[in-house]
């Protein structure tokens, strides 16, 4: 009963979405504030009618009712009750239905946050919204029903596929979505803009949180699926340039880029129809995302099942929205007027390198992807763009950026003083030299070109360190003093040099586990050591165990220092599960702050020895801890913005008001 | 003016181009079918097993039996909804003497098999029961139905993954068994 409520629950949202996507847009063109104000009851209803078909399908997967057949594809009644909800968009279907809940919901949360933005805008921009949502229901009604019942019911489900039983794989997918999704609500801005053909600093000082929101959230989810492909994978990489990732990374590049240029649109009024097409573009990224993920047309080790079929419902889409918009786009892009004038050097000038560089990086990242298809299609070999094209191709990019990312905040708007710039960075500059020097002692032998990355990462944390200590005027007001004016910067300053701080911590940990690492692949009987770069690992010994839905192989190893002392104990497993037989690697990580050590079993030898795969990553924890300062810095960005972005009210508000004169 | 309209008709343009790959990719896609990385078990020998049927008077399944003749190995169980969509086109491929039907049941019980094969028909030459799954996994399955191939040397020559279909049937198997044959 409950999955046919969630499949009526699904058509109802399907109606409310097309009364959404059409009645409000006539409204905005002729004015009528009634049928305006339907855009955001109608968003309302969407959402929780499809509130109600994901709880219905939950419910079906955490009671297992073998008789929907995608439980029976995807769950086991033996598999842990987290894994149970977390194989509800384990699936095409599922994930497909979490896609269409989190767009209908950014869509309930633009009318209830947008409470003061013009009545035209905000219709049309749920109307725009809405459109998508019909798109991607009637994809799910028509193609792939999440519902659908099987007659007879079986008595066992397949299991969701092991890889995917993970913690860090359970969140994976919803932060993805709410970050792809969350850029769904840019491009309506952008769409809804170039109807009204009106663009203006109050449009960017919109659509930056929203953007914010969604690049704090694809943020975390390309953190979250990255780190579980290094512990869970076991080859030790955290990045394999692999179709699905790059799907993901696209859209996050150009999401980067656009935050950025919002601000120049925000501040200065200049750079509109570029964010306009950025946005669009994004939004664009995430829905082409989907199609190669799905459509079967580029192979990738991935969980979805290829459907051709399905991707030609899906190519249908992507030319409705992104043909759709770049048309509307060349039509109106032109008569937007541009705004206030700058010079080369200056903070906008810093702004549009950081966009070029970033969209570049992009275009590269989107060629490698699809040169494959571009061969393909062209009568030639089945080809894979493997890593060294991306390591040629997007770090030389990557570095520039990371200079300017350094240089650019301390321009002045409209005319900058790169001298000035430069001067400011002479100190940190001095410090990173001396010490890369003696790092580059170290480490010359291992990888020189390592020194170049650390460099600048060094330089990028010592530039923060510096902007922070110059900001809270230590050296005019004391120390006492400073730390209070500390504690009252902007919020938005502090977003962003957390957010570029992760970035040095991210750069400094990509090198370490990539330039840096010992890797070494040996046989070991129980009782044998062998060393790793500065450490020593013996083999203890091997065992099986049972867990709830699987049998293991679990291997028990040590680092040992050279002093004899046992630094960390490692419980390496090999996962055999029981529902399809499927087998998993789990490695065993013992993490410090400066570095990993990593071990994988292997097989069995025929002498008893047992195939090991051990690396020592330095610096590879910084990549997390990177990553987590950026979505930190992104959050608390968010917090400054959402007390001026509901400004017009609060104003009377006391404390704003306080705030507001302590700040100035 | 007139180079901005340019500017902003060029994203369109190339998305046109974009699509048309898309449209080809997918084409493509469409006609070669399955494009699913092979099996690691497609070239290999068939791995050890003797596994015993679900009773005392119908052929079990061993590596030896395997050989001789084109043989066909069908993983199936009696919990399988796809399994029992598909039986009536194995059926039809027992007629065939140009090839033996071997069924293992995976993950099951002699008894549920024995019932279920009572019920909807026995188109198998022998059977193993693999109550354990151990030997689904030495042949790599990941879920059933599944379906192989192995030549008269005893080497896998061929996987399919999922329910059997009457195109798949007629387009692949029935090709490759006329080509052992010969």
Not at chain 1, 2 to 13: F, K, R, S
Not at chain 1, 338 to 345: C, E, K, N, S, V
Not at chain 2, 112 to 118: C, P
Request: charged share 15%.
């Amino acid at each position: 009963m409950t999955p046919e409520l969630g499949h009526y629950a699904l058509i109802l949202a399907l109606f409310v979405a097309f009364f959404q996507s059409t009645i409000p847009m006539w409204g905005a063109a002729r004015n009528n504030i009634y049928a305006m104000n339907f855009a955001g009851h109608a968003a309302m209803a969407q959402f929780l009618c499809l509130l109600v078909a994901f709880a219905s399908l939950t419910q079906a997967f955490v009671t297992s009712d073998f008789s929907v057949a995608n439980v029976v594809a995807n769950s086991h009644s033996l598999q842990p009750v987290l894994y149970k909800v977390s194989a509800v968009w384990g699936n095409h279907e599922g994930s497909l239905l979490l896609w269409v809940v989190i767009l209908a919901g950014f869509g309930a949360l633009v009318h209830f946050f947008g409470g003061n933005l013009p009545p035209n805008l905000k219709s049309r921009t749920l109307a725009v919204q809405a459109m998508i949502a019909v798109g991607f229901l009637l994809f799910l009604l028509l193609t792939s029903n999440p519902f659908a019942r099987l007659d007879p019911a079986p008595f066992e489900g397949r299991s969701l596929n092991p890889l995917l039983q993970d913690p860090g794989l359970a969140f994976h997918p919803p932060m993805l979505y709410i970050g792809y999704v969350g850029l769904s609500i840019a491009y309506s801005f952008a769409v809804a803009a170039l109807i009204e053909g009106k663009v203006d600093a109050a449009w960017a000082r919109w659509v930056r949180p929203w953007t914010l929101l969604a690049w704090s959230f694809l943020t975390a989810g390309i953190m979250l699926g990255s780190w579980w492909a290094y512990y869970e994978l076991g080859w030790g990489g955290f990045w394999y340039w692999d179709p699905v990732e790059n799907a993901s990374f696209m859209p996050w590049l150009v999401a980067t880029a656009l935050l950025h240029s919002a601000i120049v649109v925000e501040k200065r009024d200049t750079l509109k129809t570029w964010t306009i097409l950025l946005a669009i573009i994004a939004f664009s990224l995430s829905l082409i995302g989907t199609f190669l993920v799905r459509s079967g047309i580029l192979t990738s080790v991935h969980a979805f099942a290829n459907d051709p079929e399905r991707g030609v419902f899906i190519l249908l889409l992507l030319v409705v929205a992104i043909g759709g918009s770049l048309t509307l786009y060349a039509w109106r892009a032109p008569q937007l007027k541009g705004g206030g004038l700058f010079r080369p050097i200056s903070r906008e000038g810093g702004l549009i390198l950081n966009n070029l560089l970033l969209t570049s990086a992009c275009a590269t990242v989107f060629l490698g992807t699809l040169y494959p298809l571009f061969v393909e299609v062209l009568g030639g070999d089945r080809v894979s763009v493997g890593a060294p094209y991306f390591n040629a191709t997007f770090v030389p990019l990557i570095i520039p950026l990371l200079l300017a990312l350094v240089v650019g905040p301390k321009l002045a708007w409209k005319r900058g003083d790169i001298w000035a710039a430069m001067a400011g960075l002479r100190l940190a500059f001095f410090i990173t030299v001396i010490i890369s020097l003696g790092v580059g002692i170290l480490i010359w032998q291992k990888s020189a070109v390592a020194i170049i990355g650390l460099s600048i990462a060094l330089l990028m944390m010592l530039n923060s360190v510096g902007d922070i200590y110059t900001r809270a005027g230590f050296r005019k007001s004391g120390f006492i003093k400073g730390l209070k004016r500390l504690i009252r910067l902007p919020r938005a300053f502090w977003g962003m040099t957390l957010a570029h701080l992760g970035v040095a911590f991210l750069v400094a940990g990509a090198t370490g586990a990539t330039l840096l690492t010992y890797e070494k692949i040996v046989a070991l009987k129980p009782g044998q050591v062998t060393q790793l770069s500065y450490f020593n690992i013996r083999f203890d010994g091997a065992n099986d165990v049972t867990g709830p839905n699987y049998t293991a192989l679990r291997g028990h190893y040590s680092a040992i220092s050279n002093d004899g002392e046992i630094i960390a104990k490692f419980t390496p497993e090999r996962r055999r599960y029981v529902g399809g037989g499927q087998e998993t690697t789990e490695a065993g990580i013992k993490s410090t702050f400066w570095d990993d050590i990593y071990v994988v079993i292997g097989d069995r030898g025929e002498d008893g020895s047992y195939v090991a795969r051990l690396y020592h990553k330095p610096l590879a924890p910084w990549l997390w801890w990177g990553s987590f300062l950026m979505v930190s810095g992104g959050f608390i960005s968010l917090s400054d913005r959402s007390l001026r972005v509901g400004a017009p009210k609060r104003i009377g508000d006391n404390a704003v008001i306080k705030n507001k004169i302590r700040n100035a | 003016m007139r180079s901005l309209r340019l500017y902003a008709i060029l994203p369109l343009v190339l998305f046109i181009g974009l699509t048309a790959y898309f449209l080809a990719g997918l084409w493509g896609a469409q006609n070669k079918g399955n494009r699913f990385i092979p099996s690691a078990m497609v070239n290999k020998p068939v791995p050890d097993f003797n596994l015993p049927s679900f009773n005392q008077n119908f052929p079990a399944l061993a590596t030896a039996d395997l050989k001789g003749k084109t043989q066909i190995v069908n993983f199936f169980a009696s919990w399988c909804v796809p399994c029992l969509a598909e039986h009536p086109l194995i059926t039809k491929l027992s007629k065939r003497d140009d090839v033996e039907i071997n069924g293992i049941a995976y993950s099951d019980t002699g008894k549920n098999i024995a019932k279920w094969l009572n019920k909807h028909g026995n188109p198998y030459d022998r059977v193993g029961v693999d109550a354990g799954r151990r030997i689904g996994i030495d042949w790599g399955v990941t879920g059933v139905p599944e379906t192989y191939i192995i030549n008269k040397g005893g080497v896998i020559i061929y996987k399919h993954g999922g329910p059997l279909r009457i195109d798949v049937i007629n387009d692949e198997i029935i090709p490759l068994l006329e080509e052992q044959a010969e």
